[in-house]
């Protein structure tokens, strides 16, 4: 295998700010995570040439055409509500490139089980002193910031946590998506009524802390991976390689925000006045202003990601069962 290169320098993901209060930190998102997993490429056996996925009708096995093809919402058992594109582009939460933070909780408050994608943050644009600020009060206090973060027109709830000399912001699953503990067949949370002995639970525990040590992750490493790369060392010295005409990248624009940094003490102290909830709406909409042209500002607030005006929406039908098909 050749040699492996210098890894290329960290790539900005989603650019805005944080906001809390009145106290606006301009910021950037990096990934904080690089999959080191197998990835195995599809290819035709006869030529060599990457095969990809194709859109099969699943009950002709025939192919569709993409402008043949909606998108609906199962309701009941076979029963679909069928949805444009332009009310589906209505639905789609308004972007603010704000992590607008709603609350703080006790730092050991949310369960692992809500935690789903963490991102690495970083101030930008002179935000330095507030984002040191910020990660230091949450490290005081012992709490971390819950918010609300539109990430490629979708919504997520967001843990922000200081960790070292940074912070991370930690996409969380939402309530709903947890399934709740009650079907399980677990065994009481009485120690006694699961049938545990003193005795058990001393030998239990002297064994915990005979097996326990300090966390260092590079001491696990993926066997799997660890094979596979061993194989494929294997059939590049004996020269057992094919070629295969490689796709050109297709490049992403990163978005873009810029933020206006004023006294941090007098933001404070307005917060403080005016009750921190109340004053963060005001400051979300604030640097959504600062970051819409002049000519696009009067009328645009009413207008969708599709460019239409918002519809009012109907009144939600309950349902039993909701899939996307």
Not at 85 to 108: G, H, L, W
Not at 173 to 197: H, N, Q, S
């Amino acid at each position: 295998m050749p040699a492996s290169k210098k890894a290329p320098a960290p790539r900005v993901l989603w650019k805005g700010a944080i906001s809390f209060g009145l106290v606006h930190i301009p910021v950037a998102l990096y990934a904080a995570t690089v999959d080191h997993g197998i990835d195995f490429d599809w290819l035709d056996k006869r030529t060599m040439d990457p095969v990809g996925y194709k859109r099969i009708n699943k009950k002709t096995g025939k192919d569709i055409a993409r402008e043949q093809i909606v998108k609906g919402i199962e309701y009941e058992d076979g029963q679909y509500v069928v949805l444009s594109d332009e009310e589906i582009a209505q639905a789609y939460p308004r972007t603010t490139q704000t992590v607008e933070i709603q609350t703080f909780v006790p730092a050991d408050s949310i369960p692992f089980v809500y935690l789903e994608r963490p991102y690495y943050v970083a101030p930008i644009n002179r935000g330095g002193k507030v984002y040191a600020l910020l990660r230091e009060t949450l490290q005081r206090t012992g709490r971390i910031g819950v918010a609300r973060v539109v990430i490629q027109t979708r919504q997520h709830l967001a843990a922000l946590i200081p960790v070292g000399p940074g912070l991370v912001l930690n996409l969380l699953r939402w309530g709903a998506d947890i399934r709740p503990w009650k079907d399980l067949p677990l065994p009481a949370e009485d120690a006694k009524k699961a049938g545990l002995t003193e005795k058990e639970l001393k030998m239990a525990r002297e064994l915990v802390e005979d097996m326990s040590s300090a966390w260092n992750a590079d001491a696990f490493q993926d066997s799997f991976k660890d094979e596979i790369l061993h194989l494929v060392d294997k059939k590049v010295e004996a020269g057992e390689t094919e070629s295969v005409t490689k796709q050109e990248p297709v490049e992403e624009a990163t978005g873009r925000s810029s933020a206006k940094i004023v006294d941090l003490t007098e933001l404070l102290q307005r917060s403080l006045r005016k009750g921190g909830r109340a004053a963060a709406g005001k400051a979300a909409e604030k640097a959504e202003e600062d970051e819409t042209p002049p000519s696009k500002k009067k009328g645009a607030s009413r207008k969708t990601a599709a460019g239409h005006a918002p519809r009012k929406r109907p009144a939600a039908r309950k349902t039993s069962r909701r899939k996307a098909a």
